[in-house]
Antibody
């Protein structure tokens, strides 16, 4: 069955960086786009960006441009999200999620997020 | 970015009753709308896609309708396990904006 397993909780100081991993199993990793979504305490959902695991093509939310980097390791079916220059308002639960569709090299797309990781709490303090 | 206005932000309903949530887009998004359910401490779960299509395994008491800018999500015969926060999300274009959520409680 499809599983997305994320790395554990992190506590970081302002100005530091954090890297969260999301290991996929139960499906062909390179065939589906992967997204990152975050949720600040008591708040709604915020889309952060997308990566095409087949070639690493990415697109990021404009407000995070320059601070977020998404990468992939095809050999371990893992995607990563790194956020730098952390601030207190980056405190949130970070989720990876699989898009229902995927595409060819150098493409990205957006449809339904049909499987989600369990979430990783990142606390900036 | 497309703005998604979801209402109400919270609502209280009786078991067995009917619940309706609306979501309005700031521009025409045709049918490109998803609905998710999120229970406390859990990841969101996809319920409805393409505005009205039920995701596999989701009970038929959940339904969605609408197109263009105005969308409705309905739960018929509310069950205790439906207590959650519900979010709409457009996927007409990036960044796939979510609505602010509707927290559903039992009356």
């Amino acid at each position: 069955q499809v599983k997305l397993v994320q790395s554990g909780a992190e506590v970081k100081k302002p100005g530091a960086s954090v890297k969260v991993s999301c290991k996929a199993s139960g499906f062909t990793f390179i065939n589906y786009y992967m997204h990152w979504v975050r949720q600040a305490p008591g708040q709604g959902l915020e889309w952060m960006g997308i990566i095409n695991p087949s070639d690493g093509t990415t697109r990021y939310a404009q407000r995070l441009q320059g601070r977020v980097t998404m990468t992939k390791d095809t050999s371990t079916s893992t995607v990563y999200m790194e956020l730098s220059s952390l601030r207190s308002d980056d405190t949130a639960v970070y989720y990876c999620a699989r898009d229902r569709v995927g595409g060819a090299v150098n493409t990205i797309g957006l449809s339904q997020l049909d499987y989600w990781g369990q979430g990783t709490l990142v606390t900036v303090s | 970015d497309i703005q998604m206005t979801q209402s109400p932000s919270a609502l209280s309903a009786s078991l067995g009753g009917r619940v309706t949530i609306t979501c309005q887009a700031s521009q025409d998004i045709t049918k490109y709308l998803n609905w998710y359910q999120q229970k406390p401490g859990k990841a969101p779960k996809l319920l409805i896609y393409d505005a009205s299509n039920l995701q596999t395994g989701v009970p038929s008491r959940f339904s969605g309708s609408g197109s263009g800018t105005d969308f409705t999500f309905t739960i018929n015969s509310l069950q205790p396990e439906d207590i959650a926060t519900y979010y709409c999300q457009e996927y007409y274009k990036f960044p796939g904006t979510f609505g602010q959520g509707t927290k559903l409680e039992i009356k």
